[in-house]
T-cell receptor, first 112, second 112 residues
Framework: DQQVKQNSPSLSVQEGRISILNCDYT??????FLWYKKYPAEGPTFLIS?????DKNEDGRFTVFLNKSAKHLSLHIVPSQPGDSAVYFC???????????FGQGTTLQVKP | DAGITQSPRHKVTETGTPVTLRCHQT?????MYWYRQDPGHGLRLIHY???????DKGEVSDGYSVSRSKTEDFLLTLESATSSQTSVYFC???????????FGPGTRLTVT
């Protein structure tokens, strides 16, 4: 039973437009939700997180929204740039152990 | 840069042989984690450590053991490698902020 799911394996957007990546979860006890970006042959890079008691967090071009009633979070990238092309993972954190549970990932392609 | 290195970066081994992967950190973090990444599964936790000689299992721990004899090193051992353990392995440390972890560059392991 997968606790964190990314249902879209891929997404393609035009440079300058908005990219929206989605993630669903099942466990209401997670304390933080996070987004990671991964390029081939590199480790995942932390992008942005949100506390379970918040509904929005913004950092430059990246904004994460949390809808607790729907158990859904999304990452908005505005404006999208070709360098944003990568695999994006959402993850949920267990507050006691710090363990992360990851979604399957979404491959974002930003076309020039 | 969280000061995490992994060795080796690439390894090819035969079925049935023992393999040890090393994770080294330079910033005295208490929590360390081992994940594997496979297509369609995102990253899955193998084992984690919450201090010297303190370790616990993750969701895919069968066939793996770990050891942490000093703060800076966390070792992952495959006692008898199988083809199903062909994967990319990532080590991570727990940050001090909002649930985030910082990842090493990964080790690509192929079991033939």
């Amino acid at each position: 039973d997968q606790q964190v799911k990314q249902n879209s394996p891929s997404l393609s957007v035009q440079e300058g437009r908005i990219s929206i990546l989605n993630c669903d979860y099942t466990n209401s006890m997670f304390d933080y939700f996070l987004w990671y970006k991964k390029y081939p042959a590199e480790g995942p890079t932390f992008l942005i997180s949100i506390s379970s008691i918040k509904d929005k967090n913004e950092d430059g071009r990246f904004t994460v929204f949390l809808n607790k009633s729907a158990k859904h979070l999304s990452l908005h990238i505005v404006p999208s740039q070709p360098g944003d092309s990568a695999v994006y993972f959402c993850a949920a954190s267990d507050g006691n152990t710090g363990k992360l549970i990851f979604g399957q990932g979404t491959t974002l392609q930003v076309k020039p | 840069d969280a000061g995490i290195t992994q060795s080796p970066r690439h390894k090819v081994t035969e079925t049935g042989t023992p393999v040890t992967l090393r994770c080294h950190q330079t910033e005295n973090h208490r929590y360390m984690y081992w994940y594997r990444q496979d297509p369609g599964h995102g990253l899955r936790l193998i084992h984690y450590s919450y201090g010297v000689k303190d370790t616990d299992k993750g969701e895919v721990s069968d066939g793996y053991s770990v050891s942490r004899s000093k703060t800076e090193d966390f070792l992952l051992t495959l006692e008898s490698a199988t083809s199903s353990q062909t994967s990319v392995y990532f080590c991570a440390i727990r940050g001090t902020g909002s649930g985030e972890q910082y990842f090493g560059p990964g080790t690509r392991l192929t079991v033939t």
